[in-house]
């Protein structure tokens, strides 16, 4: 971070450098979450969360969750044998 990034940060407001930096970061890692639960042949990724921590000289976002099987609910079947779909 520069000198200039970190005064903002110290006084307050957004260090727009590093925060765009860190919101290309988290979009790289939710696209590759989303790459490894297609090839696991998912069609739907629940219970998102991002984790962030330091690293020298740069931050380390992961992003994970669940990949999942998710089917259009059947509206002719027993109340007991639905199966709930996302939006």
């Known amino acids: 971070m520069s000198i200039i990034g970190g ?27 989303l790459s490894h639960a297609k090839r696991m042949g998912a069609n739907a990724v629940v219970g998102v969360r991002y984790d962030t921590g330091p690293m020298v000289g740069a931050a380390e976002v992961l992003c994970y969750g669940t990949a999942v099987v998710v089917e259009p609910l059947q509206p002719h079947a027993p109340a007991d044998k639905r199966q709930a779909a996302l939006p």
């Open 7 to 33: 005064l903002r940060t110290l006084f307050g407001g957004r260090a727009g450098i590093f925060s765009e930096l860190c919101e290309s970061a988290r979009e790289e890692s939710f696209q590759l979450m």
